[in-house]
């Protein structure tokens, strides 16, 4: 009889803690460390501009967007496969003379092949030795649609892509970064709306949206384990251009929103109690809801709807009777 290997079992109180809360980010509230997501948006909408500064910050140690800080820098790589080399030089050239960084020093290096397809056998060997090699942060790959020849709707095809690049983020402790669009549609909740299998949504440690509110870039970022910022508007300024925080004015706050939060301020609500106390529509109330969740001011618990308990307060995860 064969003998067969057993799997591995170890006693979860021999297990390493949970690491220390300064060490859980790789850019603190925009992107947990080594974790794997998308960042979505419409075309034109600055979702490369938002990756490549991304970058920047990791590879320099810089704060993002001039504000949130990089606990462990460390090298990147990228590939763009809509951008030219020489683009993509200068764009992240441009980047890092506004933040004061020396570009000839910057550890941003370039992926510089024709195609890489994350559904080619060879391709996939190529990228696993080079990240081996380099031992970069991050890994940036732009865009989705360009990275397989297969149908980004098939469930079974789009699985198979995220759980190779898992076992890259796992293997080689790297974060991804993956640009992808979204459908012109829309959803009531940014992550909904990520063109393609579903599966995209539910793979992401940590997600950010680049979607239009107020008529402006806004960037929306959820997480699978941390709490998300409030959402804050963006603009491509300066000369060399870069990504900014815009804050000329603060986003407009939907009434339906304190509503809410007042009425789950006791206990929590089933979605359904929620709206029958409320009065709204059932579409109006899940988009709010959405928007809530992704910002972290509310949270999904035992069937109903939260508020989570502030950190000084109450040490349980959520408000209870």
Known sequence: MDTVELLPVTRLARL???PAAGTRWLIEDLWAA?????????????????????AVAVASGTPCLGRFKVPSPGPVLVFCAEDAAHDVRERVAGIA?????????????????????????????RLSATLAEIKPKMLVLDPLVRLHRGDENSAAEVSDLLGFLRS???????????????????????????????????????????????????????????RAPAPFAVKLDGDPARLV????????????????LNALAAAPLTRTALRE????????????????????RLLRVDGGLAVPVPPSGDRREWNRP
């Not at 997501?37 to 419409?42: E, F, M, R, S, W």
């Not at 960084?101 to 510089?112: K, M, S």
């Not at 949504?201 to 107020?214: F, M, P, Q, T």
């Open 16 to 18: 390493a803690p949970a």
């Open 245 to 260: 925080i815009d804050d000329s004015s603060p986003l407009q706050v939907d009434p339906l929103d304190d509503k809410i």
């Open 34 to 54: 080594e974790a794997v997501g998308c960042v979505g948006g419409l075309p034109k909408q600055g979702k490369t501009w938002l990756g490549l500064e991304m």
């Open 168 to 226: 890259l983020q796992r293997s080689h402790q790297v974060a991804i970064v993956l640009i992808h669009h979204v459908r012109k549609s829309g959803a009531s909740e940014p992550g909904t709306a990520l063109r393609g299998s579903g599966d995209l949504h539910a793979w992401g440690d940590s997600n950010l949206y680049l979607i239009k509110r107020d008529g402006r870039p806004t960037v929306v970022a959820e997480h699978r384990a941390n």
């Open 277 to 296: 106390r409320l009065g709204v529509r059932n579409e109006t109330l899940g988009a709010a809801i959405e928007r809530l969740v992704a910002a972290g």
């Open 97 to 125: 003379k506004a933040r004061g960084i020396d570009f000839e020093r910057l550890a941003v290096g370039w992926i510089g092949v024709p195609d890489l397809l994350l559904d080619d056998f060879t391709h996939r060997r």
